[in-house]
């Protein structure tokens, strides 16, 4: 069922007026053990919204079953992707191929959290067991500044590892829940590096019964010393831009100039670190720790620099075609060879570089609008920004860098038989591939499309002819963000889901969007560890 609104706030769209078109015989194929559904009869309809008190005396059962038989006969996609998605959307036809067929590695948070912490017991460890109790003030300013210098260099390793882009990391936790840990792991460690400081020097201020000015230049003296303070000058820099309130300020390429300053921070700690009693009195100490290093700078060269040539030089991506979808909105289709060893999955984004001017120089993360199919990747894209705008731009033949793929919201986080899906704006994209993809029959799979008016859908055609193919539940919520009418309210969220809380819920949209409909959807009664999302600004 599809409807535009089930309130009179609501701005209903224009009806199609594609021509009609007759409906071809599709011979009978013989059923196929398999979890998937059975093929359903299509359905679904398009109308403005009614008053109540005009409709036919009749049931809204049968009223429904007409409306949905007339939208069958006269509704059909015009545009060749939309059709060949309706062709798609059948059960039948869903990709089994590829990603399905080996599932993809999957480090569960939780177990990631214990890793961090088990990593952190450890540092601590190492510290116990070289600490010598004292009552001396300055032996506890220098235990404490041990203490805080063994976490801040282990927090570093840990905030870089985060940021490795390991496929098993970003699939099992979701690039945004990365993104936001690593930006609150990062106070933590200029936290630790600030109170490292204080303590070392107020120590040595003690020891040598010196002013905290005159401790400060013979500390600075020292080699291994003065480049920490480097690496803690860079650390900061990196720490500031890192504000919302900077970024928004800062053009993307001076955001990421200044974080790669990072991976020099973390040398010239690591040059400070071996100096130092805690990892230089030890041999097997020593060697751990540099082992620790030499890990993650292996994994970051991997997975940043290796994986990304090796798959440019694989699949040789090229633009296809740029196609518009809508004011300001475009689907650019990718081509390439060998595009299912990628292994993407439906609701996963990749990190696309176009090898032109004005492009090549940013890693943009788009999600895929559609599943890979004939060695093709699609990507649907609003013009937000300068880099966003030359997109529309691009030409076919044009190269295509992309890292991935990555992000957890896909079918694997599922655990009900039926599903919502609710999107805001262009979030639509990753939610689409998994309207006409993840498994259901008539009924399971809903999707709530929430956009201030009806210029601003995206993929009309493509979500009306999945929804008639699945016999799926597809509701248009239009109509202004500082309406009198909230569409996502729990109550309205019930209405339109009587069942609500027996669903999953896939959530994608703007971040403001994201943080009311994710509240409501809690007061409607879904628990928040069913309800799955990935906040684009953080990936």
Request: charged share 20%; aromatic share 4%.
């Amino acid at each position: 069922m599809t409807t535009e609104a089930s309130h009179p706030l609501y701005v209903p769209l224009a009806p199609l007026t594609a021509p009609r078109a007759e409906e071809p015989r599709r011979r009978r194929r013989p059923p196929v053990p398999s979890a998937r559904p059975a093929e359903p009869v299509a359905a679904g309809s398009v109308r403005p919204a009614e008053p109540v008190a005009t409709r036919p005396a009749r049931s809204a059962r049968s009223a429904r079953s007409a409306r949905s038989a007339r939208s069958v006969r006269s509704v059909r996609p015009t545009d060749p992707v939309a059709a060949r998605s309706a062709r798609s959307a059948r059960p039948s036809a869903i990709p089994s191929a590829g990603p399905s067929a080996v599932p993809a590695l999957r480090l569960a948070p939780g177990r990631l959290r214990a890793g961090v912490a088990s990593g952190a017991g450890a540092v601590g460890l190492l510290w116990g067991l070289q600490a010598r109790p004292s009552a001396r003030l300055d032996v506890l300013f220098a235990s404490g500044a041990h203490l805080t210098g063994l976490l801040a260099g282990y927090g570093v390793l840990v905030l870089l590892l985060l940021m490795a882009r390991i496929p098993a990391v970003e699939h099992g936790v979701g690039a945004d829940r990365l993104a936001r840990r690593h930006a609150l792991g990062g106070r933590y460690v200029l936290g630790l590096i600030a109170a490292h400081a204080v303590l070392a020097l107020c120590g040595h201020a003690v020891h040598t019964h010196a002013d905290l000015v005159t401790a400060a230049g013979d500390l600075l003296s020292y080699g291994a010393i003065a480049a920490a303070t480097a690496g803690t000058a860079l650390l900061v820099a990196v720490g500031i831009t890192s504000a919302r309130s900077v970024r928004r300020r800062l053009r993307h390429e001076t955001w990421r100039a200044v974080h790669l300053g990072a991976l020099l921070a973390a040398a010239l700690g690591f040059v400070h670190q071996l100096a130092g009693p805690d990892i230089a009195g030890g041999l097997l100490t020593r060697w751990l720790w540099s082992l620790a290093h030499a890990v993650v700078a292996v994994l970051l060269v991997w997975y940043r620099i290796v994986v990304p040539v090796r798959a440019a030089l694989r699949h040789d991506l090229r633009v296809a075609e740029v196609r518009d979808e809508g004011p300001g909105v475009v689907s650019v289709l990718i081509r390439g060879r060998g595009v299912d060893r990628l292994r993407a999955e439906p609701g996963q984004f990749f990190r696309w570089r176009f090898l032109r001017r004005g492009l090549w120089a940013t890693a943009l993360p788009f999600s895929l609008s559609a599943p890979v199919r004939d060695d093709t990747l699609r990507i649907t894209v609003k013009a937000l920004g300068d880099h966003t705008r030359r997109v529309r731009r691009l030409r076919p033949g044009t190269r295509v860098l992309a890292t991935g793929p990555f992000g957890a919201l896909t079918a694997h986080r599922r655990t009900r038989r039926k599903v919502l899906l609710l999107a805001g704006g262009v979030g639509i994209t990753p939610l689409r591939a998994l309207f006409e993809t993840l498994p259901g029959g008539p009924g399971d799979v809903t999707l709530l499309y929430r956009a201030s008016d009806s210029s601003s859908v995206v993929l009309r055609e493509e979500l009306e002819a999945i929804a008639r193919e699945r016999r799926a539940d597809l509701h248009f919520l239009l109509g202004p963000s500082d309406g009198s009418f909230d569409p996502l309210a729990p109550r309205a969220l019930r209405n339109l889901v009587p069942d609500l809380a027996a669903h999953d819920v896939y959530l994608c949209g703007p971040p403001a969007m994201a943080r009311a409909a994710t509240a409501s959807l809690r007061r409607a009664g879904v628990p928040a560890s069913r309800i799955h999302s990935e906040d684009f600004d953080h990936a």
